[in-house]
């Protein structure tokens, strides 16, 4: 772009950039906020972003809040009772998928879940579990200039070895493992196999519910397809929260059509999105979100 670099903490991923006659401070973890006050807490507390697009009418799962120095049991047990099962109960200030309880399937154990973890974390938020198609977009001011389908884990039938013995196999190739507890069972209940199921060969059976970040997933970019209604819906989302730039993950069924003619739901909204992943996904083009990022630093600084 014509412009030279100082390293200022290079350790810490911070550096300035002289470029277009400016001095522009850049970190690794990039935040751009509308508005002074504020901004950081609206994306880091997941209770505080449900609430905020919940106020402004945008789609997210039915979600109850918990709080450490508030709970009463009686009250939690209500909000719960609220819920229509299966749940995910997560840390409200939790990131990188730390915190996160998927497939709870009845009263009770959410009940258990909340008591034993809540003084750990604090605060905690409750949601209604969706199902679909995965994306990160990523919101600049007012368009979409990166976009991803985040493909669950999965492994691959070859109509001879069981459900468990694919998985096995599979720890000794991926860096990451896969857990054998009983939300794998659900999971795989709903695609109607067992451990000991005998999978034909080639048919994809997903051992992850999301995308999971800390394991072996994979990556398909989709700027192209984003429908203008979802870029809307996202760029709202954006405004509602008070930042320029965020990550937002959402769940539908497919990108590329009209979100009012398909359930989209927005899980989360990340103020400090990575960008990285925007580079050499698994599948179709790099795009260079950085460059869209600096630009837009050097017309507003």
């Given at each position: 772009m014509g412009g030279t670099i100082e390293e200022f903490i290079p350790e810490r991923g911070c550096f300035y950039i002289n470029i277009a006659g400016k001095r522009i401070f850049l970190e690794r973890k990039i935040s751009l906020t509308r508005q002074t006050c504020g901004a950081g807490q609206l994306t880091r507390c997941k209770d505080v972003t449900y609430k905020l697009l919940s106020k402004n009418n945008l789609p997210t799962p039915k979600t109850e809040c918990f709080y450490k120095k508030s709970y009463a049991k009686e009250q939690v047990e209500r909000q719960l009772s609220a819920l229509q099962y299966p749940i995910v109960i997560k840390d409200a200030s939790g990131s990188q998928c730390k915190g996160v309880f998927s497939f709870i399937r009845n009263l009770s154990d959410a009940m258990m879940l909340i008591e034993r973890e809540l003084p750990r974390y604090r605060s905690?938020?409750?949601?209604?579990?969706?199902?679909?198609?995965?994306?990160?977009?990523?919101?600049?001011?007012?368009?979409?200039?990166?976009?991803?389908?985040?493909?669950?884990?999965?492994?691959?039938?070859?109509?001879?070895?069981?459900?468990?013995?694919?998985?096995?196999?599979?720890?000794?190739?991926?860096?990451?493992?896969?857990?054998?507890?009983?939300?794998?069972?659900?999971?795989?209940?709903?695609?109607?196999?067992?451990?000991?199921?005998?999978?034909?060969?080639?048919?994809?059976?997903?051992?992850?519910?999301?995308?999971?970040?800390?394991?072996?997933?994979?990556?398909?970019?989709?700027?192209?397809?984003?429908?203008?209604?979802?870029?809307?819906?996202?760029?709202?989302?954006?405004?509602a929260v008070g930042k320029y730039l965020?990550?937002?993950?959402?769940?539908?069924?497919?990108?590329?059509?009209?979100?009012?003619?398909?359930?989209?739901?927005?899980?989360?909204?990340?103020?400090?999105?990575?960008?990285?992943?925007?580079?050499?996904?698994?599948?179709?083009?790099?795009?260079?979100?950085?460059?869209?990022?600096?630009?837009?630093?050097?017309k507003n600084a």
């Open positions: 905690m938020i409750a949601q209604e579990m969706v199902f679909g198609k995965e994306y990160r977009i990523l919101v600049l001011d007012e368009k979409v200039i990166g976009a991803l389908e985040l493909i669950s884990p999965y492994i691959v039938g070859d109509g001879v070895s069981t459900v468990q013995e694919i998985i096995e196999r599979k720890q000794y190739t991926s860096e990451w493992k896969t857990e054998f507890y009983e939300g794998l069972e659900a999971i795989l209940k709903d695609q109607n196999v067992t451990l000991e199921s005998i999978v034909p060969k080639n048919t994809i059976i997903y051992i992850k519910q999301e995308s999971a970040r800390t394991e072996a997933w994979k990556m398909r970019d989709v700027t192209g397809d984003v429908h203008e209604g979802v870029e809307k819906i996202c760029v709202a989302a954006s405004k965020v990550g937002i993950d959402v769940i539908c069924t497919d990108i590329s059509q009209d979100p009012l003619e398909q359930p989209f739901t927005i899980l989360e909204i990340n103020g400090k999105p990575d960008l990285y992943i925007h580079y050499n996904p698994t599948h179709g083009h790099t795009r260079n979100v950085v460059e869209d990022i600096v630009k837009f630093m050097v």
